[in-house]
């Protein structure tokens, strides 16, 4: 709401070394077509909003932007929420009231650090650190999607295995 979002604009006001740009919203469904339109560093999100309640705003925030750090503003001290809303892909989670600028500036730095973290595990965990293409796991689950894909559209696919000879000692 409009008041919270005053005190934590004045509180990052008081910030005087960092440069911060507040876009306020008051719905979800106005985050979400911004979010299309703009680009942003981290996102502070109330798990109560007009159009939307709880742990599936972060779910739809994901889904628009998955490489976005969020960060979770509630009034809520409930540690079971704290958890289902790190769980569902919050870095962070604040309560208001008991937020102040050592507070905030050391939760974008983690939140951003964890977000880039998380992003650079998937990465690792899909493709090969030598060659930068996509592992055996990743391979299937994209032919997968690939013979799936063809099978609805009544299209056929093709699959070209190339085998080297003697390219493990090239490898090594």
Known sequence: DSIDARAFER???????????????????RAL???????????????????????????????????LPIVILSGSR?????L??????????????????????????YALDRKRMELKLAYLSQYDQ???LANRGLFYDRLRQAMLRAERRKHAIALLFVDLDFFKSVND
């Open 11 to 29: 509180i990052l006001g008081h910030i005087y070394h960092y440069d911060f740009y507040l876009t306020q919203v008051s719905s979800l469904e």
């Open 33 to 67: 077509s911004e979010l299309v339109q703009v680009t942003f560093d981290i996102a502070f999100l109330d798990l109560s909003l007009p159009d939307a309640s709880g742990l599936e705003s972060i779910r739809r925030l994901r889904q628009i932007a998955p490489e």
């Open 78 to 82: 409930d540690p079971e929420i704290t």
């Open 84 to 109: 289902q809303a790190v769980e569902c892909g919050a870095q962070d989670y604040l309560v208001k009231g008991q937020i102040d600028e050592a507070l905030i500036v050391r939760t974008v730095r």
């Open 130 to 132: 030598l060659t930068g």
